[in-house]
């Protein structure tokens, strides 16, 4: 009914347009080993080069929804479907993804440089070309002088970016994000912000992009989908409809301001549920 | 000679690095360094003279308590045979520990591959460490014909252990996203191992080798206390043994001291390497402000 709703609100582009989901969750379930019920029933769309948070409070299950989108960890019941993606012989989906950790999760006996070619040397890419991508990539988040530096020589912010620029050197179809910009202060977090949708615009990707800050999600996103607790499950997905590029003075606008709210709502209902549920 | 390096301080836009100064140093190393080093000599050197003085002053005989001259002039005397015992339990020791590595490090990389490998052998080293070394090395003298290799044997079970728990628990630690990250690119096991668990297992595998440094030498001297076995071929444990029955109480302080001075030596060879490995990126290795 009403989740059946929302999921073909989502194949619609705030645009209008119809967009053939990059990935297709149907009756998505977790059941931890311990009992908790961390989903239940989660139908999701996501459409090609979107830009969806999952907006939630703690424990509703968005990481976790996230990591079955990424493929840790096996749902308990229904289906993620890479409709377009490379399927190996037996039949598993090959999706091009990142995923961007909350901590930097880089390897503190490597380079920036060397962190950053991982990916590539574990597909078995010759060195010369990895070496280039991933000094590519450092320099699309602005750090090309920093290639040698060892992660503890860097900030925290450096080490996200550090971090972000390991994720796109496989030039990903679906980029996912856990809370990645939650550890950081809000200066830095906000040029983070700005830079991600200058990376994201520029690109081909897509991105689902985990997140408890209503005024993150309603910055950088086309679609906001709102997750309740126990058991986790999708309870509004509302559209952005604001254009890009966003900045400073979208941070300010009106427009802003009347989409906060209506997150925000969604967020006081889902925490509602969460106390009702209980 | 005093020379200060340059303070190359670098930042970008809101992300500032650390500033990084270089600190002043003396003869290569840094200043903060050499009171580390001036005042445990100090503190030695200064126990040694009051040592010399009260031996001097109370008139106590060679044969019960030498003085640290004696000591060192008996260490420059019977040079010939001392140097050559040294060189043979240093060689067991470092070929023990060799021996250590080398097992330990592939033991525990098979237990990191399998958790029932792991608990189907582990309770089996266990017992190997908390047996002791003097309990069990009469029987691998008799076991085993040559004696440098029985001494070997012995001196390599008291090492092996904290090399093979230690690099056990650094393979199981590898940060949990990373795991999750190595999955996500499908990295296979032998990758995952090479560029991931190894690294993060190096700090916990060199703790373990300082400690196992200094247990290969006290293998080696306390199974040839056991072995008690004379001739050429005899290490510095036979020599204090064959001192103290011919009441050559200073020969037997010599052979003391260049045991503790192979595995201070020994300590600071491995802390050295361990500092130089690990410099770049291991908390252990850094030198902080506050």
Redesign the interface.
Known sequence: MTVLASSDAAAVRPDGQVARPVVRCRGVAKLFSNGTLALQNVDLDVGRHQFVSLLGPSGCGKSTLL?LI???GEASAGTIDWPDAQHDVSGVALPR???V?Q?P?L????SAIRNVM??L???GTPAEEARARAAEALRMV?LA??EN???????G??KM?VSIARALV?RPEVLLMDEPFAALDE??RF?LNNDLLELWHASNFTVVFVTHSVFESVFLSQRIVTMAARPGRVIADMDVSAPYPRAVDYRTSPLYNAHCKRASEALERAMGHAIEAH | MPDTAPSPVITIGDDAPPVVVQERRILGVAASTWPKVLMPLLVGLLSLAVWEYLVRRNGIPPYILPGPLLIAQTMVTDWGTLSGSLWITLSISLAALSVAVLLGVTLSVLFAQSKWVELSFFPYAVILQVTPIVAIAPLIIIWVNDVKLSLLICAWIVAFFPILSNTTLGLNSADHNLLNLFQLYKATRFQTLLHLRLPSALPYFLGGLKISGGLSLIGAVVAEFVAGTGGNQSGLAYRILESGYQLRIPRMFAALFMISISGIVIFLCLSMLSHLVLRRWHESALKREN
């Open positions: 990591r990424a493929g840790l993804l990142s995923f950790f901590e999760t390897m503190p006996w490597a991982l990916p040397k574990l597909a602005g002088a920093f530096a060892y992660p503890r020589e860097l900030s912010g450096m970016r496989t200066i830095t040029k």
